[in-house]
């Protein structure tokens, strides 16, 4: 999967920037789904897990913006990354 995301193209301060940033990455999200559809999942649970990985990795963000800046072993395992797709 190759996915590329614009940048974007407003300040980020700007009350427009989330439905910006939701048009960049509609078609990653879309390219996401159909693998886990020809994968053999169904697109209502392949919707649900996208919602609940994002809202999982949102709270992870809150909690430590930048987990790089941790000493290793101060990080505990998450099961999940924060990198890009």
Not at 2 to 21: A, F
Not at 28 to 38: K, P, T
Not at 49 to 70: G, L, N, V
Request: with cysteine; aromatic share 6%; proline share 13%.
């Amino acid at each position: 999967m190759n996915v590329r995301i614009p940048s974007p193209q407003q300040p980020t301060t700007d009350p427009d920037v989330t439905l910006e940033c939701e048009h960049a990455v509609d078609g990653a999200v879309r390219e996401i789904v159909d693998h886990a559809i020809v994968a053999g999942w169904p697109p209502e649970v392949a919707f649900e897990a996208i919602k609940r990985a994002a809202e999982r990795q949102a709270a992870a963000y809150r909690e430590d913006p930048d987990p790089a800046d941790d000493p290793a072993e101060a990080r505990a395992p998450t099961g999940f990354s924060l990198a890009p797709f």
